[in-house]
């Protein structure tokens, strides 16, 4: 844990996991590897006696040494290098010679990796926050740590590592942040993301990112009014909480996992007039304390029947 605190962390995020080179171990070893090699900061280096002004999201390298750093060969090294560079994932400044380098400049870097750094450096300790403690019951178990760096990155999931086809099985070219869509997404995250906005007082943009959950719910049959219902029924639970609040989000609001239960409850709570949330507890339906009344009368009402068997009125129907 010591070393962990004094050498830092990178954002990685398991969409990762979906890019096409996935499957190809030395491509796959060689991205993570300039992932974890980029600098955080600007600075001054020393790479085969040339002295370099490294800016933050550059790797000053070379297909030799990140063959040797990665365990494959020099020529899947420079052809890595080569297909990063196709994608649109990094841009190369290479000089050749005796004392040749390679500049290696990850796109989007400061966007990707701005999440921590902005908030956390390796110099102060870097660490993930642990999942609030103090939290309504039932929502510590579907809120996991993790989404406390996910705050702090908030649409940039997808920025570095595009998301980029087999050519073979899909001719739809790579598309970026405001490129066209291969396929037409569902109408209506706009007038979401509007609505969102307006009731959580947030400020998300219509970005790909944000639109992602939204588009995928309305893509599986629920509409506008449903998402909607949602925003609304967890913005009275949950925003009077400073832990939870901050869980209105596109990401967990409309997630594969929780949207339907969320639907659901909504829904209920819709039909019973919309009870506002006061410290936790639903107006109008407070919990029965064990030392109230009615909690009192009911536990009469057992002892007798215990005793003297059940008793029926006159208008008792068998």
Same mark, same amino acid.
């Given at each position: 844990?010591?070393?962990?605190?004094?050498?830092?962390?990178?954002?990685?995020?398991?969409? /990762? &996991?979906?890019?096409?080179?996935? &499957? &190809?171990?030395? $491509?796959?070893? @060689?991205?993570?590897?300039?992932?974890?090699?980029?600098?955080?900061?600007?600075?001054?280096?020393?790479? *085969?006696?040339? @002295?370099?002004?490294?800016?933050?999201?550059q790797v000053v390298t070379s297909a030799r040494q990140l063959a040797l750093a990665c365990g494959v060969s020099e020529d899947?090294?420079?052809?890595?290098?080569?297909?990063?560079?196709?994608?649109?994932? /990094?841009?190369?400044?290479? !000089?050749?010679?005796? $004392?040749?380098? +390679?500049?290696?400049?990850? #796109?989007?870097?400061?966007?990707?990796?701005?999440?921590?750094?902005?908030?956390?450096?390796?110099?102060?300790?870097?660490?993930?926050?642990?999942?609030?403690?103090?939290?309504?019951?039932?929502?510590?178990?579907?809120?996991?740590?993790d989404y406390h760096a996910e705050l702090h990155a908030e649409d940039l999931n997808n920025k570095t590592i595009k998301q @980029?086809?087999?050519? @073979? #099985?899909?001719?739809?070219?790579?598309?970026?942040?405001?490129?066209?869509?291969?396929? +037409?997404?569902? =109408?209506?995250?706009?007038?979401?993301?509007?609505?969102?906005?307006?009731?959580?007082?947030?400020?998300?943009?219509?970005?790909?990112?944000?639109? !992602?959950?939204?588009?995928g719910r309305l893509s599986e049959g629920f509409t506008v009014d449903d998402l909607r219902l949602v925003v609304d029924f967890? +913005?009275?639970?949950?925003?009077?909480?400073?832990?939870?609040?901050?869980?209105?989000?596109?990401?967990?609001?409309?997630?594969?996992?929780?949207?339907?239960?969320?639907?659901?409850?909504?829904?209920?709570?819709?039909?019973?007039?919309?009870?506002?949330?006061?410290?936790?507890?639903?107006?109008?339906?407070?919990?029965?304390?064990?030392?109230?009344?009615?909690? &009192?009368?009911? =536990?009469?009402?057992?002892?007798?029947?215990?005793?003297?068997?059940?008793?029926?009125?006159? *208008? #008792?129907?068998?």
């Amino acid at each position: 844990m010591a070393e962990n605190k004094r050498s830092g962390f990178v954002l990685l995020y398991r969409s /990762v &996991q979906d890019a096409p080179f996935k &499957q &190809q171990p030395e $491509r796959f070893c @060689v991205w993570i590897h300039l992932l974890m090699e980029a600098g955080f900061e600007a600075t001054e280096v020393t790479f *085969n006696r040339n @002295v370099l002004k490294r800016k933050r999201g550059q790797v000053v390298t070379s297909a030799r040494q990140l063959a040797l750093a990665c365990g494959v060969s020099e020529d899947s090294a420079r052809r890595s290098l080569e297909y990063f560079e196709r994608e649109g994932m /990094v841009n190369l400044f290479t !000089k050749r010679g005796a $004392r040749g380098y +390679s500049l290696v400049t990850l #796109t989007n870097y400061d966007d990707y990796q701005r999440g921590i750094t902005e908030t956390y450096s390796a110099g102060f300790d870097a660490d993930l926050k642990p999942a609030p403690a103090l939290v309504p019951a039932g929502d510590a178990a579907e809120l996991g740590a993790d989404y406390h760096a996910e705050l702090h990155a908030e649409d940039l999931n997808n920025k570095t590592i595009k998301q @980029v086809k087999d050519p @073979v #099985t899909n001719s739809c070219p790579v598309s970026g942040e405001t490129g066209p869509h291969c396929e +037409s997404e569902p =109408a209506g995250a706009d007038v979401v993301i509007d609505h969102m906005n307006q009731t959580t007082g947030s400020r998300y943009q219509k970005k790909p990112t944000s639109k !992602k959950p939204i588009n995928g719910r309305l893509s599986e049959g629920f509409t506008v009014d449903d998402l909607r219902l949602v925003v609304d029924f967890k +913005s009275e639970h949950w925003g009077e909480n400073p832990e939870m609040a901050q869980y209105l989000r596109p990401a967990t609001l409309f997630g594969t996992d929780k949207f339907n239960g969320y639907l659901m409850a909504a829904k209920r709570w819709n039909d019973i007039g919309r009870p506002r949330c006061i410290n936790g507890q639903w107006e109008g339906f407070e919990r029965k304390q064990a030392g109230s009344q009615v909690a &009192q009368a009911q =536990a009469q009402s057992r002892a007798y029947q215990a005793e003297h068997g059940p008793a029926y009125d006159d *208008n #008792t129907q068998f």
